[in-house]
């Protein structure tokens, strides 16, 4: 059984900050790639961050968002800083196997995850 498990979502202010976390496994940290992605309200999931030999961004939260992984805790997390209304949605932890896809295609191309997390809801409002 894969598991993805997200936490830290909630409401923050403009121009504040939120860590979340996506509990795994250490064969998932191994054999997949690990990856965030969002979906806004009314909007499709998209890729914002994923892990790689050189990570990858979305233009929209390149120079705010860092996405990191914890080995000893089997944990991936993705700090937020500067955040905008724009970044409110539903964010999921993501895994696609590693041999198929890359950090960069693993976020902007259909078809490279192979499991999902059940999302948490981010939501930024003064």
């Known amino acids: 059984q894969v598991r993805l498990v997200e936490s830290g979502g909630g409401l923050v202010q403009p121009g504040g900050s939120l860590r979340l976390s996506c509990a795994t496994s250490e064969d998932i940290l191994t054999n997949y790639v690990i990856g965030w992605f969002r979906q806004a309200p009314g909007g499709e999931r998209e890729g914002i961050s994923c892990l790689g030999s050189n990570n990858y961004y979305a233009q929209s939260v390149k120079g705010r968002f860092t996405i990191s992984r914890d080995w000893a805790k089997n944990m991936v997390y993705l700090q937020m800083n500067s955040m905008n209304s724009e970044d409110t949605g539903v964010y999921f932890c993501?895994?696609?196997?590693?041999?198929?896809?890359?950090?960069?295609?693993?976020?902007?191309?259909?078809?490279?995850?192979?499991?999902w997390g059940q999302g948490t809801q981010v939501t930024v409002s003064s």
């Open positions: 993501a895994a696609g196997i590693k041999w198929i896809t890359n950090s960069e295609a693993m976020c902007t191309k259909d078809g490279q995850v192979s499991y």
